[in-house]
């Protein structure tokens, strides 16, 4: 009977804990601020799509050579992690190094990069750009799994478990074996690793060659790395309104770890949507993009996806505490940053179909 009264009463308990907890994070959640600037016309069209668990929100829009904004509680040279959109720059990165003949897309990233005789030494820049190299989704992904991994990225929403430096970056690669190769599957450490093999190839670390070739050249002044030592980030929230910590993801930079502005990404919105893109993605023809028949595909960081006649490259990331997304297609380039993991997919192609392809 003891114990029974025992179970009940700890279960009672749980129940009191959790409807507490529950109370505490609806009452706490962010909402959509109501500190509203920027282009009437854009803000009217994002406005009604962004519902939820939402709290600074930054829309930049480029249109032939005009340059719109959207901003929901936020200013241009609030910091925000750009996720996965760090994929795109890399990306640029790889097309310029093609163009300046420092690498080939059949390169091998064992040419570069200490992989020894593992598998993935023989993998090609090309490979990890178009998510077909068999690297897991962080790489060895066996060591991804368990109570701790869940607690630090479920239950803390942070990544220490990735923040790691470049030579254990190479050891957990050369370890993978790339089950997958050949087929279609997203990887970060993929990108990080391309990263690197640029620009060891440019006889140069990743944050300089960022800075020599794309925020310097672009006035990007407020763009970097991630660092654990950062003051000025926004705070993020998850997708339940629960503040979360930084991601510092360290030798993963390359695929998910760039801080930037709105200022800033409006800058290389701008250069997406330039008059002569290349291949209509923003990069030389010369480095492939994959394309199924129905014109979906992807390559140097973006998605690809055939609207009528018209193709669009775009991307999402999203890391504990925000959410990011772009576009661009010919004349036309989108990019919305948030600081909740709420996804900006609906927003994005609303604005899109609305204000780019139906004008076209």
């Given at each position: 009977?003891?114990?029974?009264?025992?179970?009940?009463?700890?279960?009672?308990?749980?129940?009191?804990?959790?409807?507490?907890?529950?109370?505490?994070?609806?009452?706490?959640?962010?909402?959509?601020?109501?500190?509203?600037?920027?282009?009437?016309?854009?803000?009217?069209?994002?406005?009604?799509?962004?519902?939820?668990?939402?709290?600074?929100?930054?829309?930049?829009?480029?249109?032939?050579?005009?340059?719109?904004?959207?901003?929901?509680?936020?200013?241009?040279?609030?910091?925000?992690?750009?996720?996965?959109?760090?994929?795109?720059?890399?990306g640029e990165l790889f097309a310029d190094s093609v163009r300046r003949g420092e690498v080939r897309p059949d390169s091998r990233v064992g040419s570069y990069l200490d992989l020894g005789d593992s598998p993935v030494a023989g993998v090609t820049?090309?490979?990890?750009?178009?998510?077909?190299?068999?690297?897991?989704?962080?790489?060895?992904?066996?060591?991804?799994?368990?109570?701790?991994?869940?607690?630090?990225?479920?239950?803390?929403?942070?990544?220490?478990?990735?923040?790691?430096?470049?030579?254990?970056?190479?050891?957990?690669?050369?370890?993978?074996?790339?089950?997958?190769?050949?087929?279609?599957?997203?990887?970060?450490?993929?990108?990080a690793l391309l990263g690197h093999a640029l620009a060891q190839a440019a006889g140069t670390d990743y944050p300089d060659l960022l800075e020599q070739r794309v925020t310097r050249p672009l006035g990007m002044t407020r763009t970097r790395l991630?660092?654990?030592?950062?003051?000025?980030?926004?705070?993020?929230?998850?997708?339940?309104?629960?503040?979360?910590?930084?991601?510092?993801?360290?030798?993963?930079?390359?695929?998910?770890?760039?801080?930037?502005?709105?200022?800033?990404?409006?800058?290389?919105?701008?250069?997406?949507?330039?008059?002569?893109?290349?291949?209509?993605?923003?990069?030389?023809?010369?480095?492939?993009?994959?394309?199924?028949?129905?014109?979906?595909?992807?390559?140097?960081?973006?998605?690809?996806?055939?609207?009528?006649?018209?193709?669009?490259?775009?991307?999402?990331?999203?890391?504990?505490?925000?959410?990011?997304?772009?576009?661009?297609?010919?004349?036309?380039?989108?990019?919305?940053?948030?600081?909740?993991?709420?996804?900006?997919?609906?927003?994005?192609?609303?604005?899109?179909?609305?204000?780019?392809?139906?004008?076209?």
């Amino acid at each position: 009977m003891k114990k029974t009264r025992t179970a009940v009463a700890v279960a009672a308990l749980v129940v009191v804990l959790l409807t507490a907890t529950g109370m505490y994070l609806h009452l706490g959640r962010p909402e959509l601020s109501a500190d509203v600037s920027g282009d009437p016309g854009l803000v009217a069209d994002a406005r009604p799509l962004l519902d939820g668990v939402r709290d600074s929100v930054a829309v930049c829009e480029v249109d032939g050579g005009d340059v719109t904004r959207a901003l929901f509680g936020s200013s241009g040279i609030r910091e925000y992690e750009i996720a996965s959109l760090s994929k795109v720059v890399t990306g640029e990165l790889f097309a310029d190094s093609v163009r300046r003949g420092e690498v080939r897309p059949d390169s091998r990233v064992g040419s570069y990069l200490d992989l020894g005789d593992s598998p993935v030494a023989g993998v090609t820049l090309s490979e990890l750009a178009t998510h077909t190299s068999g690297l897991g989704y962080w790489g060895d992904d066996d060591r991804d799994h368990g109570p701790s991994v869940w607690w630090t990225e479920t239950v803390r929403g942070d990544t220490v478990v990735h923040d790691m430096s470049v030579p254990d970056l190479l050891d957990r690669a050369r370890h993978d074996p790339l089950e997958t190769r050949g087929r279609y599957a997203y990887s970060n450490i993929g990108f990080a690793l391309l990263g690197h093999a640029l620009a060891q190839a440019a006889g140069t670390d990743y944050p300089d060659l960022l800075e020599q070739r794309v925020t310097r050249p672009l006035g990007m002044t407020r763009t970097r790395l991630g660092q654990s030592s950062d003051r000025n980030r926004m705070q993020g929230y998850n997708a339940e309104g629960r503040r979360v910590p930084a991601w510092n993801l360290g030798a993963y930079g390359p695929s998910g770890g760039i801080v930037s502005t709105p200022d800033d990404m409006c800058r290389f919105a701008r250069f997406l949507a330039r008059p002569d893109p290349g291949d209509g993605v923003g990069t030389s023809a010369r480095v492939p993009v994959t394309t199924d028949a129905e014109g979906a595909g992807s390559g140097l960081g973006w998605n690809t996806r055939q609207l009528g006649e018209t193709r669009v490259a775009w991307k999402e990331g999203m890391t504990g505490g925000f959410s990011s997304a772009a576009a661009t297609l010919p004349g036309y380039s989108l990019v919305i940053l948030s600081n909740t993991a709420v996804p900006l997919d609906g927003l994005m192609w609303e604005l899109v179909q609305k204000r780019a392809l139906s004008q076209n």
